[in-house]
């Protein structure tokens, strides 16, 4: 039969605009997450971190917001620049999980000119 | 700092063949891992290594793939024998200690089963 790749989310964002990436997780025992940045060809990158007890974390251009309340996590890009263009992936991961990360299906974002 | 190596970097090979992949961990770090991306199924965890011990395989499809870490520097994974719906881009990623760490990825392998 005909196969059905993965639909990934589009993000279309104008430059030096700001974008935000959001992510939904399922395990309420997670307790450290990440997002990665992959660009066309290349391996995932790691942009920032944050763990359980913190809601924010901010980094270069980047800050990421935990709302364990409602298993949600996002990553907002500062003005958002052509190089941003990429696949974005969250992952979660828990404490006695053996250090395993569970990936998100990704999420694109263009930077458009 | 030189950061995780895999090679080769693109493979291209017939249905049956002996594939073997490759992967040179960050130095220091004690964690591997082997993942699998495709369109399909997206970043997929195939098996992990802990000082050199595989730790949990669950992810490995069948038989067919079998995963070897010799020592702290080295690792592979081979699939043997290949099938078309075995290509993907494979990656090996490391990390540190135990407790929750921030994988580091490597450029990947891109295969090819015709």
């Known amino acids: 039969g005909e196969s059905v790749g993965l639909h990934l989310p589009t993000l279309s964002v104008q430059e030096g605009d700001n974008s935000i990436i959001n992510c939904a997780y399922s395990n309420s025992a997670s307790d450290y997450f990440i997002w990665y940045k992959q660009e066309s060809g290349k391996g995932p990158q790691f942009i920032i971190d944050?763990?359980?007890?913190?809601d924010k974390r901010q980094g270069q251009r980047v800050t990421v917001l935990l709302n364990k309340t409602v298993k949600h996590l996002s990553l907002q890009i500062a003005a958002t620049q052509p190089g941003d263009s990429a696949v974005y992936f969250c992952?979660?991961?828990?404490?006695?999980?053996?250090?395993?990360?569970?990936f998100g299906t990704g999420t694109q974002l263009k930077v458009e000119l | 700092d030189a950061g995780v190596i895999q090679s080769p970097r693109h493979e291209v090979t017939e249905m049956g063949q002996e594939v073997t992949l490759r992967c040179k961990p960050i130095s220091g770090h004690d964690y591997l891992f082997w993942y699998r991306q495709t369109m399909m199924r997206g970043l997929e965890l195939l098996i992990y290594?802990?000082?050199?011990?595989?730790?949990?395989d669950s992810g490995m499809p069948e038989d067919r793939f079998s995963a070897k870490m010799p020592n702290a520097s080295f690792s592979t994974l081979k699939i043997q024998p290949s099938e078309p719906r075995d290509s993907a881009v494979y990656f090996c990623a490391s990390s540190k200690l135990a407790g929750v760490q921030t994988q580091y990825f490597g450029p990947g392998t891109r295969l090819l089963v015709l």
């Open positions: 992952a979660e991961s828990y404490t006695g999980g053996g250090n395993k990360l569970t």
């Open positions: 944050i763990r359980s007890n913190m």
């Open positions: 290594f802990n000082n050199n011990v595989p730790i949990d």
